[in-house]
């Protein structure tokens, strides 16, 4: 066990819907990373959070948005959705200045 | 930007056999390195992980791998696989001096070991 719990497990959207994926991790944790698995590859990196403020972002369009909250949780929001965004999303926590994160287990969310 | 690459995309091994998997990144500076394995139905886990010092480091579950700086490797290996090693398994760097945890990954290795 990490710790670190996501949900819901499955998501099935239409194309051009917004979907809000949840996180939740334990006491001290303080980054929060998202990340984007397609099917048959690693996972990608979306951003991070570190203590509430985005602190560092990948190669995604500003459609993907987050949230990180002081009770360690954390949310992940995409708007406009499509058809390639279907994929395992995960989040990953960890406490600030390690370099060691912990995954969740994920959500799977379809776009049809 | 760092990229990682995992040179084999499956791997079938019997039980007892041994292993050896690719991982290549690129960038020019201090990296951490970092192996995950993703076993059927279950979230990614730390199998070992290189920030500094010797070059070679033990893991969990007898695995081991070593980096190579000259060759900008760091190949994961255990002497005999088990059954229960089947997994996908993912080579990351982060780079050292990267303000935050970003993890880049590679594409993954799906091994199976036939018992």
């Known amino acids: 066990e990490t710790g670190v719990t996501q949900s819901p497990t499955h998501l099935i959207k239409t194309r051009g819907q917004q979907v809000t994926l949840r996180c939740s991790s334990q006491s001290g944790h303080n980054t929060v990373s998202w990340y984007q698995q397609a099917l048959g590859q690693g996972p990608q990196f979306i951003f991070q959070?570190?203590?509430?403020?985005?602190?560092g972002r990948g190669n995604f369009p500003p459609r993907f948005s987050g949230l990180q909250f002081p009770n360690y949780s954390s949310e992940l929001n995409v708007n406009a959705l499509e058809l390639d965004d279907s994929a395992l999303y995960l989040c990953?926590?960890?406490?600030?200045?390690?370099?060691?994160?912990?995954f969740g287990p994920g959500t799977r969310l379809t776009v049809t | 930007a760092q990229s990682v690459s995992q040179h084999n995309h499956h791997v079938i091994l019997s039980e007892a056999a041994s292993l050896e998997l690719g991982c290549n990144y690129s960038y020019g500076g201090t990296v951490n390195l970092f192996w995950y394995v993703q076993y059927p139905g279950q979230h990614l886990q730390l199998l070992l992980k290189y920030f500094s010092g010797d070059p070679l480091v033990k893991g969990i579950k007898g695995f081991e791998a070593e980096f190579i700086k000259s060759k900008f490797s760091f190949n994961l290996r255990k002497p005999s696989v088990q059954w229960s090693d089947t997994a996908e398994y993912f080579c990351a760097v982060n780079a050292g001096d990267n303000a935050g945890n970003m993890l880049t990954f590679g594409g993954g290795t799906r091994l199976m070991v036939k018992p």
């Open positions: 959070y570190y203590r509430e403020e985005e602190n």
């Open positions: 990953a926590a960890g406490a600030g200045g390690s370099d060691e994160q912990y």
